[in-house]
């Protein structure tokens, strides 16, 4: 059987197998199943951790557990970027949450504030993420997380 | 802080709540998973950078690695083939894959030459040396004497270093094939994995766990040496704590503790550079102690630690029994006149163990990445341990971003101890405390530089991609006139633009390096904002090779000996065997002809005449060919002020002795 792929898709398979590939160090085809998250985010998704676990139990290979197959990965993640989901809510929602956070509209939160609800609500951050999340987040001169600004580092695409 | 906060963050008051605030603690949680996904998203796409430029450093490692196995199998092949040939050249390459004698005699004979030529009373101390003085036996203050001097960068005379390494070699020659070590007294043991040269972190680890002491074991797991620029005193700090804690301080013998790997990757360079008329000496007796290091070490029969890993085929008897002397080198099996000297399979077994990495499919395949050693799966992991009754193995062999890395269901764990190893900011260190009657693993991180420590990871990934580009970008440039060619084929309009798959295509074939090509097009090359091909030149427009040497010479030969220039050096250092750094008109042009027929490729004899002759500065029929190779370096185009080659940083850049 024939199938046509548009260019459109076949450009995002190529996006696909790449970022694949670069966890698949040997070129085995397969990749320790812990990387998919990351490989799903780089390309663009916006997981839940609840998300990615229904994923991976879907995604791993029976023969040799703990691992994924590109033949696996492949048609599935095709789908999800072809029908947009997981789309990342707009940058303007992402600004939202943050404001939410921010009853006194200060327009800045304080560490303090952001890492009480990022560590203890929804799915919560390790210390680490936070850590690392404030390393780039604070301002250095206030000492505060100016979230408008840290808003537009967070979508940008060019990292 | 905020009004609000007392509201929502206690879910248990939860029933006397209103529906109002019911609907902020949702929006709360959902703001809050919002920002975590697009945190967590924005955390992948860093995380796949850092590791499209982590596999530009480990493969232009391993491809040399690769390269320097080759050179030595085609040595091999020369060596049975023209075991005849007694020219010095052939000879010093076959005093390289030599092995060593087996009858008693013999080996007598060898012992008695090696003290005679290098006895350390053969040196005596000027009275204008500066350095620390040591004196047998040695303590525990003199090892703090000698890190404190080399802490500020004195370096220790010949006559001690001889000194040093005499003793070591008498301490090394009574220790077993397979260390045994035993936490029973101490009541824990402390890891560290490859150094790598770099004293900074070997210092560090003194610091944060304290010099090894009787109640203070360590195990250094090989690759003490390479690489870093203060391999010297890498290596004399660890064969001083062998010597004032014998039963209490173990090495175990790395790929690198190999004078055939130490060639092409800095040590034998930094000791001639250090110890220039004395050099020769320091290496003779250096090989020797490399040749009695310990293969292994077994903790409590619990704890297999060792450099590389097993194999399908390790056999702990067999390593055992054998005699780990004759093996100078672990390039190639050890001959003497064109034949081995040593069985085959107990050299493999030896390979296995220094040079193999773990993977996570199962079975036992060739490395082919390295070209020696083996990949093992956890199935092999577990048929060893099942074997030989042990719970897990701790090797090393491996950079790791943080320095440690549990593989195969945490039965096998690496840990790395240089700091920074590819370059600045690349990667942590880290050492490891088995704590404990039940061994329990305490891993200890560390980066040795507080150069890039504190600063954003954004701004340090920034600083690790750009060395990665760089090296990158000089290794293309090697194949400039390669590339040019294929380019041009595929360019039949002559757009000088190729679309983005080729051009892909083609760096994997001739760059011969597995990277993500494609991610890296937009980093290396100038894109066609329109349809998205590559100009193809771009790639090249920053370097080239220096002009004294191409304005003179033939372009392609200058590329295919600047693109095989560690291979040329390994060659030239062989035929320089009394490390003056002059070798002959004749001398070159030979080297030249052997490189060109492991290459496989025709070099025009008048072609390199020619060249010896534009870099014989002063006519003498000598060329130094440090000088050489210095000359063979690429100019950065874009800052003609840094064209005295800072930029490349050769070994010794950041050596103020």
């Known amino acids: 059987m024939i199938k046509v792929q548009s260019s459109f898709e076949s450009d995002l398979q190529k996006k696909i197998v790449n970022a694949f590939e670069i966890f698949d160090q040997d070129g085995t085809r397969t990749v320790d199943i812990r990387e998919i998250g990351t490989i799903m985010r780089s390309l663009g998704c916006c997981l839940s951790e609840a998300d990615l676990q229904d994923i991976l139990v879907e995604l791993e290979d029976e023969d040799s557990p703990g691992y994924v197959n590109l033949e696996t990965f492949l048609p599935m993640m095709t789908k999800f970027l072809l029908d947009q989901r997981f789309h990342p809510a707009s940058s303007n929602k992402l600004l939202q949450a943050f404001q939410m956070f921010d009853a006194d509209k200060k327009g800045y939160l304080t560490q303090a504030e952001l890492t009480h609800f990022l560590t203890q609500d929804g799915e919560c951050f390790t210390q680490d993420e936070m850590e690392e999340m404030l390393s780039a987040a604070v301002d250095p001169q206030s000492g505060h997380i100016n979230y408008k600004e840290y808003v537009s580092h967070l979508v940008s695409e060019n990292l | ?657």
């Open chain 2, 1 to 657: 802080m905020g009004c609000a906060g007392s509201a929502i963050r206690y879910p248990n008051s939860r029933a006397v709540q209103k529906f109002e605030t019911m609907s902020a603690i949702e929006r709360t949680i959902k703001a809050a998973l919002l920002i975590q996904r697009w945190y967590r998203r924005y955390r992948a796409r860093l995380e796949i950078r850092r590791r499209c430029y982590w596999t530009i450093f480990q493969s232009i490692e391993y491809a040399g690695e690769q390269d320097q196995i080759r050179l030595y199998s085609f040595f091999t092949d020369l060596m049975t083939h023209i075991a005849c040939d007694k020219s010095s050249f052939s000879n010093s390459i076959a005093n390289s894959l030599r092995g060593r004698p087996r009858i008693l005699a013999e080996i007598e004979e060898e012992e008695r030459e090696l003290w005679k030529e290098t006895n350390p009373n053969l040196i005596p101390i000027e009275s204008t040396y500066q350095g620390p003085h040591i004196h047998l036996p040695l303590t525990a203050d003199q090892v703090t004497l000698l890190i404190n001097s080399f802490r500020k960068r004195k370096l220790l005379h010949a006559h001690y270093v001889l000194t040093l390494l005499h003793e070591a070699r008498k301490i090394l020659q009574s220790k077993p094939n397979i260390n045994v070590a035993s936490t029973t007294l101490s009541r824990h043991i402390t890891i560290c994995g490859d150094l790598h040269g770099k004293l900074d972190d070997l210092l560090t680890i003194f610091y944060k766990n304290s010099l090894p002491a009787s109640d203070n074991p360590y195990i250094f797991n090989g690759d003490f040496v390479d690489r870093g620029v203060q391999s010297v005193e890498v290596f004399l700090l660890l064969i001083a704590c062998l010597l004032v804690w014998p039963d209490r301080v173990f090495l175990n013998r790395g790929n690198h503790e190999d004078f055939s790997v130490n060639i092409r990757y800095g040590f034998i360079k930094e000791i001639m550079y250090k110890y220039t008329r004395h050099a020769t000496r320091i290496i003779q007796v250096t090989e020797d102690v490399y040749s009695w290091l310990p293969l292994a070490t077994i903790i409590d029969n619990k704890v297999f630690v060792v450099h590389g890993g097993v194999t399908d085929r390790t056999d702990l008897k067999k390593i055992s029994r054998m005699d780990r002397h004759q093996l100078i080198t672990i390039l190639q099996p050890p001959m003497i006149d064109g034949k081995m000297t040593c069985d085959q399979e107990e050299w493999d077994q030896v390979v296995g163990i220094l040079w193999s990495d773990p993977r996570p499919q199962p079975g036992c395949h060739t490395n082919s990445i390295r070209g020696g050693g083996s990949f093992f799966g956890p199935d092999v992991t577990e048929a060893f341990l099942q074997r030989y009754q042990l719970e897990r193995i701790i090797r090393s062999h491996e950079c790791k971003p943080d320095g440690f890395e549990f593989t195969h269901g945490d039965r096998v764990l690496t840990i790395f101890s240089a700091s920074n190893y590819y370059a600045e900011g690349t990667n942590k260190a880290a050492y490891v405390k088995l704590v404990g009657t039940n061994l329990v693993t305490q891993i200890v991180m560390y980066v040795s530089s507080s150069h890039t420590s504190n600063a954003e990871i954004q701004q340090r990934q920034g600083y690790v991609e750009q060395s990665a580009l760089r090296e990158l970008k000089q290794l293309i440039y090697a194949s400039h006139l390669l590339l040019i060619e294929k380019f041009h084929m595929e360019d039949t309009e002559q757009s000088g633009k190729i679309c983005i798959g080729r051009w892909c295509d083609i760096m994997k074939e001739v760059v011969g390096l597995q990277l993500p090509w494609r991610l890296l097009c937009p980093k290396i090359a100038k894109l066609d904002p329109l349809s998205g091909n590559v100009y193809y030149e771009s790639i090249f427009q920053e370097y080239t090779i220096q002009n004294k040497l191409a304005e003179q010479n033939e372009p392609s030969l200058l590329e295919t000996l600047y693109r095989s220039k560690d291979t040329l050096e390994t060659i030239f250092r062989f035929i320089d065997t009394d490390g003056s750094g002059l070798i002959s008109m004749q001398e070159f042009t030979d080297a030249c002809q052997l490189l060109s027929k492991h290459l496989k490729t025709s070099m025009h004899q008048e072609e390199i005449q020619d060249l010896a002759k534009s870099i014989d500065i002063n006519k003498d029929g000598f060329i130094d060919f440090n000088e050489f190779l210095e000359a063979f370096r690429l100019v950065d185009n874009d800052s003609p002020s840094r064209r005295s080659g800072n930029h490349v940083c050769g070994l010794f850049c950041q050596d103020e002795r």
